[in-house]
């Protein structure tokens, strides 16, 4: 898939954050859980929990000048069922994988389906609509694709490293994830608006880029 087919077939991506998290985001850029963690200056055994390990509830960090960050929780990515679709990779592999990349849904489809999972229905969340070009433009050699939900692990579905492929060798007919490697500095400048939504309903709009 060329960078221009992206942009024509999905010209907006859709990031979905803790509520709140937008004023972090514009001041650091949107962080991984490996880049969140390094800015935090979090190792030893925490790291390790948060970073290598199943993530059943999100996960409070502290930093002096920072402040309080959340890493979101894995709840449809647990151990038990990754056995059981991993190839050629471990869980705790396919866990640090993951946690190194920033995610957007290609489609404001996939994006529903998230917010309406039994996970993460009861509660408010932040949504990013970031324009596909600018993202695109800045960041392409950075950029992998893969064609299903790779955090969720009970559809059974293999999965492995090449589950995601750079632009220029993805194949696929369609895109269901668009993942950035370990952080999107300048989202920012690429998010058109910022929204509140809970299950299928947008609920306000907290920042939008002017026209």
């Given at each position: 898939?060329?960078?221009?087919?992206?942009?024509?077939?999905y010209p907006s991506l859709y990031h979905m954050a803790e509520l709140g998290s937008w004023p972090s985001i514009q001041r650091h850029g949107l962080l991984s859980t490996t880049a969140l963690l390094d800015l935090f200056e979090i190792k030893g055994e925490q790291r390790f929990r948060v970073e290598s390990?199943?993530?059943?509830?999100?996960?409070?960090?502290?930093?002096?000048?920072?402040?309080?960050?959340?890493?979101?929780?894995?709840?449809?990515?647990?151990?038990?069922?990754?056995?059981?679709?991993?190839?050629?990779?471990?869980?705790?592999?396919?866990?640090?994988?993951?946690?190194?990349?920033?995610?957007?849904?290609?489609?404001?489809?996939?994006?529903?389906?998230?917010?309406?999972?039994?996970?993460?229905?009861?509660?408010?969340?932040?949504?990013?609509?970031?324009?596909?070009?600018?993202?695109?433009?800045?960041?392409?050699?950075?950029?992998?694709?893969?064609?299903?939900?790779?955090?969720?692990?009970?559809?059974?579905?293999?999965?492995?490293?090449?589950?995601?492929?750079?632009?220029?060798?993805?194949?696929?007919?369609?895109?269901?994830?668009?993942?950035?490697?370990?952080?999107?500095?300048?989202?920012?400048?690429?998010?058109?608006?910022?929204?509140?939504?809970?299950?299928?309903?947008?609920?306000?709009?907290?920042?939008?880029?002017?026209?």
């Open positions: 898939m060329t960078a221009q087919e992206l942009v024509r077939r390990r199943w993530r059943a509830r999100s996960e409070t960090i502290n930093h002096p000048l920072y402040g309080k960050g959340v890493v979101r929780d894995q709840k449809p990515m647990p151990e038990h069922e990754l056995q059981k679709c991993l190839d050629g990779v471990t869980p705790q592999e396919w866990y640090e994988f993951l946690n190194g990349k920033c995610f957007f849904w290609a489609t404001q489809d996939r994006l529903l389906r998230m917010l309406q999972a039994w996970a993460y229905r009861n509660r408010s969340h932040c949504v990013l609509t970031v324009d596909t070009g600018g993202l695109v433009e800045k960041h392409a050699k950075r950029i992998a694709l893969c064609s299903f939900n790779s955090g969720f692990a009970y559809d059974q579905r293999k999965r492995g490293l090449d589950s995601f492929r750079p632009l220029k060798e993805y194949q696929s007919p369609w895109v269901a994830e668009v993942a950035v490697d370990y952080s999107v500095p300048d989202v920012a400048v690429h998010t058109l608006k910022v929204e509140e939504w809970g299950k299928d309903k947008r609920i306000r709009v907290i920042w939008e880029r002017d026209r």
